[in-house]
């Protein structure tokens, strides 16, 4: 009995046994390391949970007390080293340690929240009077820092042959927070229709994986969640196909600061990464927030907050203090050095690296010469409305929010930016502020990408009232409660678009039934975009039409200013 049962795994992993037993174990061999999927009937998925694509990216080395909570210490000791802000490095080879099973949603990268003060510690960089309170967290370090994993969802029991579309998925949260959970890319498969793999990872936020400065430059890498974020590519184009997922067919896909993540891979040197680690880009919510170089002022003083913060202002080398201090006190500066920004905002984002980013991100996307070959992007109606705190507006006036926003700007730009918002019809500074936050950070950002993709871009508005930012994401990743708006045209028709585009680069391709989405025309004709909303009686209201010509006008503006913002 106990051969008949190893012999079936061993067929199961190789696709060799049919039909595959309900729910059974599929195994994948990463020559590191083996996993074990389950394969759902149901939902004719197969769900690998927790791989590790790379090695932990800790701090000092754990003692032997505390890596007993990880496996064991002879295992964790062997490759946990001293990786924090240091690019990702290979997994350790964990073969010795069986076949894993992959059936548990990764544990979360360090988080932060987003900047809640009524000013910006931005605009005045002279020498700051604030004290922090230094917050010490009693944290075991691996528990926060060892959270580079991802998911694989294969459409079907796993079949090495099979080469179907792969869609890498890259979480929100403003490069501070959120992670994989509550986003299955077996929905995805499901909104395909199968016939497709859906991959998702966990990446370091905050100042684990953006702590800019000279002395990162220096002695680490900066934009270290970004090179997380690589490093996944490049293990999709090394062992997807394992999973019956084609490395030539890979579409990225993301929301918030995870489109905020598509953007930079675009651009990532000089939108021209080789070889190329995917084809195709999908951007709900593009999120494109102040980005300056990595020694400009704002992000020295970020790195200064974070060395006062964690007790290193003495140490003679401020780098390595920060490597060596434990995760408990720098997750503690992680939250109070990103909370202390102007509201709304995020302070620890992307640099200008000189290596991976070379430029500012719409230098590149002028020059139209991208890594991808076609582009889809949707935006919400109201994106800046979650990040305006409508108690600060009521206190202060429009020429004082574009101040705290921009600190960069001069009199001119301010003003300027003013009155093109004051003119608009919004009467209260709160909608005004709205409008600014939306279009200057999300919406104006997005048309820059579009026309950097000419007869190969297609743009959606979801308008779901109430069309906030990252409403679209539940229609998306229904899970079992499924979306506000329950209407199966609705959902076939919208989240169908993409993973027709996603399966067969084309959005036009319906791959589920219900789908009622009328042709969708290439951007550049016309600015034709597809509208996704209901009607008041609760209907599905898919439809095209044409981009406000005040909007573009606004995005000029900001076009114009660009450098100020900087982006």
């Given at each position: 009995?106990?051969?008949?049962?190893?012999?079936?795994?061993?067929?199961?992993?190789?696709?060799l046994?049919?039909?595959?037993?309900?729910?059974?174990?599929?195994?994948?061999?990463?020559?590191?390391?083996?996993?074990?999927?389950?394969?759902?009937s149901t939902?004719?998925?197969?769900?690998?949970?927790?791989?590790?694509?790379?090695?932990?990216?800790?701090?000092?080395?754990?003692?032997?007390?505390?890596?007993?909570?990880?496996?064991?210490?002879?295992?964790?000791?062997?490759?946990?080293?001293?990786?924090?802000?240091?690019?990702?490095?290979?997994?350790?080879?964990?073969?010795?340690?069986?076949?894993?099973?992959?059936?548990?949603?990764?544990?979360?990268?360090p988080?932060?929240?987003?900047?809640?003060?009524?000013?910006?510690?931005?605009?005045?960089?002279?020498?700051?009077?604030?004290?922090?309170?230094?917050?010490?967290?009693?944290?075991?370090p691996?528990?926060?820092?060892?959270?580079?994993f991802?998911?694989?969802?294969?459409?079907?029991?796993?079949?090495?042959?099979?080469?179907?579309?792969?869609?890498?998925?890259?979480?929100?949260?403003g490069?501070v927070?959120?992670?994989?959970?509550?986003?299955?890319?077996?929905?995805?498969?499901?909104?395909?229709?199968?016939?497709?793999?859906?991959?998702?990872?966990?990446?370091?936020l905050?100042?684990?994986?953006?702590?800019?400065?000279?002395?990162?430059?220096?002695?680490?890498?900066?934009?270290a969640?970004?090179?997380?974020q690589?490093?996944?590519?490049?293990?999709i184009?090394?062992?997807?196909?394992?999973?019956g997922?084609?490395?030539?067919?890979?579409?990225?896909?993301?929301?918030?600061?995870?489109?905020?993540?598509?953007?930079?891979?675009?651009?990532?040197?000089?939108?021209?990464?080789?070889?190329?680690?995917?084809?195709?880009?999908?951007?709900?919510?593009?999120?494109?927030?102040s980005?300056?170089n990595?020694d400009?002022?704002?992000?020295?003083?970020?790195?200064?907050?974070?060395?006062?913060?964690?007790?290193?202002?003495?140490?003679?080398?401020?780098?390595q203090?920060?490597?060596?201090v434990?995760a408990?006190?720098?997750?503690?500066?992680?939250?109070?050095v990103?909370?202390?920004?102007?509201?709304?905002?995020?302070?620890?984002?992307?640099?200008?690296?000189?290596?991976?980013?070379?430029?500012?991100?719409?230098?590149?996307?002028?020059?139209?010469?991208?890594?991808?070959?076609s582009?889809?992007?949707?935006?919400?109606?109201?994106?800046?409305?979650?990040?305006?705190?409508?108690?600060?507006?009521?206190?202060?006036?429009?020429?004082?929010?574009?101040?705290?926003?921009?600190?960069?700007?001069?009199?001119?730009?301010?003003?300027?930016?003013?009155?093109?918002?004051e003119?608009?019809?919004?009467?209260?500074?709160?909608?005004?502020?709205?409008?600014?936050?939306?279009?200057?950070?999300?919406?104006?950002?997005?048309?820059?990408?579009l026309?950097?993709?000419?007869?190969?871009?297609?743009?959606?508005?979801?308008?779901?009232?109430p069309?906030?930012?990252?409403?679209?994401?539940?229609?998306?990743?229904?899970?079992?409660t499924?979306?506000?708006?329950?209407?199966?045209?609705?959902?076939?028709?919208?989240?169908?678009?993409?993973?027709?585009?996603?399966?067969?680069?084309?959005?036009?391709m319906?791959?589920?039934?219900?789908?009622?989405?009328?042709?969708?025309?290439?951007?550049?004709?016309g600015?034709?975009?597809?509208?996704?909303?209901?009607?008041?009686?609760?209907?599905a209201?898919v439809r095209?039409?044409?981009?406000?010509?005040?909007?573009?006008?606004?995005?000029?503006?900001?076009?114009?200013?660009?450098?100020?913002?900087?982006?």
């Amino acid at each position: 009995m106990y051969y008949f049962q190893a012999l079936s795994v061993l067929l199961l992993a190789v696709g060799l046994l049919s039909p595959v037993l309900a729910n059974s174990p599929q195994i994948v061999d990463l020559g590191y390391a083996l996993y074990q999927g389950t394969f759902n009937s149901t939902s004719n998925v197969t769900d690998f949970f927790s791989i590790r694509y790379a090695s932990p990216p800790t701090g000092r080395q754990v003692s032997a007390s505390e890596a007993r909570t990880l496996l064991t210490f002879s295992f964790v000791s062997h490759f946990l080293g001293e990786l924090r802000f240091q690019k990702p490095a290979a997994p350790p080879n964990m073969r010795s340690l069986g076949v894993q099973l992959a059936n548990t949603q990764p544990p979360a990268c360090p988080s932060a929240g987003q900047g809640n003060q009524i000013a910006t510690p931005f605009r005045d960089l002279s020498p700051s009077t604030r004290r922090f309170t230094n917050t010490r967290r009693q944290i075991i370090p691996h528990l926060i820092e060892d959270c580079l994993f991802l998911n694989v969802h294969v459409s079907g029991p796993i079949n090495p042959n099979a080469r179907m579309p792969v869609v890498f998925w890259i979480h929100g949260g403003g490069y501070v927070a959120l992670s994989t959970a509550g986003m299955d890319g077996a929905d995805l498969v499901r909104e395909a229709g199968g016939g497709v793999v859906a991959v998702e990872l966990e990446y370091r936020l905050g100042v684990f994986g953006f702590l800019p400065g000279a002395e990162v430059k220096k002695n680490g890498a900066l934009n270290a969640g970004l090179l997380d974020q690589q490093f996944a590519l490049q293990w999709i184009q090394q062992f997807i196909h394992l999973f019956g997922g084609d490395p030539n067919q890979v579409t990225i896909w993301g929301e918030s600061a995870g489109a905020g993540s598509v953007l930079q891979h675009l651009v990532a040197h000089g939108g021209n990464t080789q070889p190329p680690l995917f084809h195709q880009a999908i951007t709900s919510s593009t999120f494109l927030p102040s980005q300056y170089n990595f020694d400009d002022p704002v992000p020295e003083k970020l790195y200064s907050d974070v060395v006062q913060l964690t007790g290193c202002s003495n140490a003679t080398d401020t780098f390595q203090c920060l490597v060596n201090v434990d995760a408990g006190t720098l997750e503690g500066a992680n939250v109070e050095v990103n909370e202390s920004g102007f509201f709304g905002t995020f302070v620890m984002v992307p640099v200008i690296d000189g290596d991976f980013i070379v430029e500012r991100p719409i230098v590149t996307i002028e020059r139209g010469t991208l890594n991808a070959n076609s582009f889809i992007a949707m935006t919400n109606t109201f994106e800046g409305g979650i990040f305006v705190n409508s108690d600060f507006s009521a206190e202060i006036t429009l020429t004082d929010y574009v101040t705290q926003l921009f600190p960069l700007f001069d009199d001119d730009q301010i003003q300027t930016a003013v009155q093109n918002y004051e003119n608009i019809g919004l009467e209260s500074v709160n909608d005004q502020a709205i409008a600014v936050m939306g279009e200057s950070i999300f919406i104006c950002p997005t048309y820059r990408l579009l026309n950097a993709f000419p007869g190969r871009s297609h743009k959606g508005l979801f308008a779901i009232p109430p069309g906030q930012h990252g409403n679209d994401v539940a229609y998306y990743f229904p899970g079992t409660t499924g979306p506000p708006f329950q209407n199966a045209q609705f959902s076939a028709s919208f989240a169908g678009s993409f993973m027709a585009f996603i399966k067969f680069g084309d959005p036009n391709m319906h791959p589920v039934a219900d789908d009622i989405a009328p042709t969708w025309n290439v951007f550049n004709s016309g600015n034709i975009e597809m509208l996704f909303n209901r009607t008041e009686d609760f209907q599905a209201d898919v439809r095209p039409f044409t981009t406000d010509p005040g909007l573009l006008q606004r995005c000029s503006f900001w076009d114009s200013v660009a450098p100020s913002v900087p982006q």
